[in-house]
């Protein structure tokens, strides 16, 4: 606005004034007439006089004239809002004789924003924290203590009715805040700057009598469990190295509730468990001490810990979980010479595919490194400067650890890891390990195919409900007789109660399954149906025309596996004629590579192959299925001999659930559940992600769908990404392609979409709201412009450390399946429930945890967990209830075979039957 004088701008405000007292009339009535006062910090020039947020003021209110801040002189401080727009912030004069312009228009927002300070570290604020942007005066003047949050975040709370009450508890400890305790938050200043955290930490620490015993320091700001009385504290501490003066400003910022800093807790936990001497392995804890030792397999199994804290509907919970680690005796030299002994020609491969990404840990400082490749080219002859003299590992080991290397020709580990330099700059660290010194840890896939090595680790690892509980039990009460681990909680006046929580959740009704011709059958109080076998099924295809080939030392068990399985498929209403046997000279890949060729391609009426391989080999099994999937399309079946080798009893149950899988995959539907919706396609989300090592150049999403009101028919789709993306870019794709296929088979499109997203951890909660929803919501117009149906996007979770239990009297049992728990141990601002879909024997059962981040359906908590229970029954493979729903399950399938076989594209001819299976 141009200059002008002091009468002029005058008569020009008062114009303005007087529009909009019409405008916002009736605003006026309902407003209180009591408009908050004006404060005034300071004197004459450069004072601050007001700073009103818009998000403080009632929405329909007046916005308070601005004060004039100059002699003679009239100035416009104030913003006239657009009609409808949100009320606008009160401008702030500074200054004598001029007009300054400190804040502009605020929204009312119920989300927080980030304040970055100077030393990088990001504060909490709110839209209606005090903004001093343009403030020539000190800002010491200027108090944070008042600045809250004015809205707190929603808490949701969605619960269904269905099903009957039952008692539990679960792995949740009460963690209670002592009133009035508080997390005071001060930001650390030193001058000259220390870029060393671990530096900072010294020159804090020379303070301890000034802060008191109990504090947590991060290098940048400082929580205290009380405030200091000054809220500007400038200190001075002496540099360890040339003893020069480091001056220490601590600056106060704000006063949080102990609920509302959940990584404060974690932190602290973290300290209780280094102060219980147990060592960090990855993202859990354990203790070497009480090592279980099993010497037949050269293994010892470390008993630990898994705890988290987090605030939930029924209040701050630490969730503590046993957990166990396999660390084996041997080393990776040991590895190495024995690997030499069985194929010395290729043994460097082999050491290769076998160490790299796995985990090491360095007995001499109970440290865990993850191997990243093998540096044949170096020993332990290996020369480095130090201190400006050169020294070999050798030497080195002997001096630092007292440890003598007895092999000096091996080769050397090598880890790369980032660290942050001391100017700020990521590097990345090489760092080089002795495998003499390097234990292995974790199962190799050997172990895991060998029987007796499973059951001895299990029979160690798998503890009972009530057995989970006494771990839990022992734990808080160590943590409670321990001086160290009880001043550190006390001292932020924190405590732990004795016993886990209790709960009360409800168990969902069996429920029955639809088979051919008209049969039902329930699935029975553990959702279980072996019956199945033995069931009509519920539409087949039959097998007519279909080819055998195996290896001619495996002739006899294949001609028993013919009759046997024309046996069992008469019993569930399946035809299977004679295959065209072939049996082949070898178990070469490329014997049964080149005559399937041969075959596929002389005969066009080929229902289904099927393959007897004599042994398992990786390589073997994605050269033939690369072929049937992507080359030559055809239904395909592997089966290793000693499958169908067993005795009568165990082959005919290992056939009739062979016969199943060949009816799946020829089209087939073996059962199904009844549906409350009509027109509804039920999609499933999962990615495979290659391991370190492996030959495969990115991750691969599977996507499922299902094509029919039953869901006995799924339509599927996969896309290759970047190497270790969880998040699916081509996920708009994969979902017209689906509801194209859907309208193609049923003359519609479906009007309600639900879909089941597996893998995501809470980390990528939000990142998937934001960036997959927009995805599946922007196809919809490019299926039909107009077309909208009602979308559901369900997170599943099942790698998570919640476990529920039954309360049996004194003792604790698995609950059922079909316990459902949507109340006190979920989320306070998500809407989210836990199912127990399956029944375990042994051990303790594992919830899923379900997270709705999209609903415009709107349907009932009730409906929509019921309905997940239900399609955790309809996963073909497996006569039974599984963990997940069955379009995840199905979508792993396929992302499993295309990532560790295929990697590529599987021909569109397959897309419609569980080829995958």
Request: hydrophobic share 35%; net charge positive; aromatic share 8%.
């Amino acid at each position: 606005m141009a200059e002008g004088n002091g009468r002029g701008r005058g008569v020009l405000l008062e114009m303005l004034r007087r529009k909009k007292e019409e405008e916002e009339a009736q605003a006026r009535q309902q407003t209180s007439d009591r408009s908050p006062p004006l404060p005034s910090l300071g004197r004459g020039r450069g004072s601050l006089s007001a700073v009103i947020s818009a998000a403080s003021l009632p929405q329909e209110s007046t916005p308070t004239p601005a004060p004039s801040a100059g002699r003679g002189r009239a100035s416009l401080l104030e913003f006239i809002k657009p009609e409808g727009s949100a009320p606008s912030t009160v401008a702030l004069s500074v200054g004598r004789g001029r007009a300054s312009l400190l804040s502009g228009f605020s929204q009312r927002s119920t989300t927080s924003t980030a304040t970055t300070t100077t030393s990088g570290s990001s504060l909490p604020t709110t839209s209606g924290a005090v903004d001093v942007t343009g403030v020539t005066g000190p800002l010491s003047k200027i108090s944070f203590e008042d600045t809250k949050s004015s809205i707190e975040s929603e808490v949701v709370s969605r619960q269904g009715e269905s099903g009957k009450p039952i008692e539990l508890t679960a792995n949740y400890i009460n963690l209670s805040v002592k009133p009035g305790m508080g997390l005071n938050v001060y930001e650390v200043k030193f001058s000259p700057d220390i870029d060393s955290r671990p530096l900072r930490r010294k020159l804090l620490n020379q303070h301890h009598e000034f802060f008191g015993g109990t504090k947590n320091f991060d290098g940048a700001l400082l929580y205290l469990p009380k405030r200091l009385e000054k809220d500007r504290n400038t200190l001075e501490s002496e540099h360890p190295a040339d003893g020069s003066k480091v001056e220490l400003l601590v600056i106060f910022k704000k006063t949080q509730g102990m609920h509302e800093n959940v990584t404060f807790f974690n932190i602290l936990i973290s300290r209780v468990m280094r102060a219980l001497e147990l060592v960090r392995v990855g993202r859990k804890t354990f203790n070497p001490s009480c090592a279980h030792v099993v010497s037949q397999h050269r293994l010892e199994i470390w008993p630990g810990y898994v705890t988290a804290v987090n605030e939930y509907e029924g209040g701050l919970k630490l969730c503590v979980d046993s957990s166990h680690r396999v660390m084996r005796t041997d080393t990776v030299r040991d590895l190495i010479r024995d690997i030499y002994q069985k194929n010395p020609r290729n043994f460097r491969d082999a050491v290769t595919q076998e160490v790299l990404g796995t985990s090491v840990l360095t007995r001499y400082n109970n440290e865990t490194y993850r191997i990243d490749d093998v540096a044949w080219d170096k020993s332990p002859k290996y020369e480095f400067e130090r201190k400006g003299q050169k020294i070999s590992l050798i030497d080195y080991y002997k001096v630092q650890w007292n440890l003598t290397i007895q092999d000096h020709d091996q080769p050397l580990l090598i880890n790369r890891a980032k660290e942050r330099t001391s100017t700020g700059q990521t590097q990345e660290r090489m760092l080089l390990l002795i495998p003499e010194f390097c234990y292995l840890t974790g199962i190799s896939d050997a172990m895991r195919s060998d029987f007796r090595i499973m059951k001895d680790i299990h029979g160690i690892t798998s503890l009972n409900p009530t057995g989970r509980r006494d771990v839990i039990r022992k734990f808080v009460q160590k943590v409670k007789e321990t001086d160290v681990t009880r001043e550190l909680l006390a001292g932020w006046g924190l405590r732990l109660e004795d016993d886990t929580i209790k709960l009360t959740g409800r168990a969902l009704d069996p429920e029955t399954l639809i088979f051919g011709k008209g049969k039902t059958l329930s699935a029975g109080n553990k959702a279980s149906w072996p019956a199945a076998t033995r069931m009509s099924v519920l539409r087949t295809p039959h097998l007519n025309s279909w080819v055998l080939l195996f290896d001619k030392r495996d002739e006899r068990k294949c001609k028993e596996f013919v009759q046997m399985l024309k046996h069992v498929s008469s019993a569930v209403e399946m035809k299977v004629s004679d295959p065209t046997m072939i049996p082949l000279p070898n178990d070469r890949t490329e014997s049964f590579l080149m005559k399937l060729r041969e075959v596929i391609k002389s005969r066009d009426d080929i229902d289904m192959v099927v393959m007897v391989f004599p042994s398992i080999r990786q390589d073997r099994y994605s050269t033939v299925k690369k072929l049937c999937c992507v080359e030559m399309p055809v239904p395909s079946q592997v089966i290793l001999s000693k499958t169908i080798g067993m005795d009568p009893k165990k082959a005919k149950s290992a056939v009739e659930k062979i016969a199943l899988q060949m009816n799946c995959k020829l089209g087939g539907a073996l059962w199904a559940l009844k549906l409350p919706f009509d027109k509804c396609m039920i999609c499933g989300v999962d990615v495979y992600h290659a391991g370190v090592g492996k030959v495969t150049h990115g991750s691969v999403a599977g996507f499922v769908a299902s094509m029919d009101n039953g869901l006995t028919s799924w339509y599927s789709k996969i896309c290759i990404q970047a190497r270790n993306q969880e998040l699916v870019d081509l996920l708009k794709i994969c979902l017209i392609s689906a509801i194209k296929a859907y309208q193609k088979k049923n003359g519609f499109f479906p009007d309600r979409i639900f879909l089941y997203r597996d893998g995501v951890g809470d980390g990528q909660l939000d990142t998937v709201s934001n960036y997959e929803v927009k995805q599946l919501m922007s196809a919809f117009s490019m299926v039909e412009e107009n077309y909208c149906p009602r979308l559901t996007i369900v997170i599943v979770q099942k790698r998570i450390n919640t476990r529920i239990l039954a309360v049996n009297r004194r003792d604790l049992d698995n609950p059922p399946p079909g316990t459902i728990v949507d109340s006190d141990v979920t989320r306070r601002n998500f809407y989210d429930f836990f199912l127990v879909s399956q029944h375990v024997g042994r051990g303790t059962v594992s919830p899923t945890h379900y997270i709705v981040i999209h609903d415009s359906s709107n349907m009932k908590t009730d409906h929509l967990q019921r309905l997940t229970y239900k399609l955790c029954h309809l996963y073909y493979n497996w006569c039974g209830t599984v963990r997940v729903p069955a379009p995840c399950m199905y979508a792993h399938k396929l992302a499993y075979l295309v990532g560790q076989s295929l990697q590529t594209e599987p021909n569109e001819s397959l897309a419609h039957n569980l080829y995958y299976l």
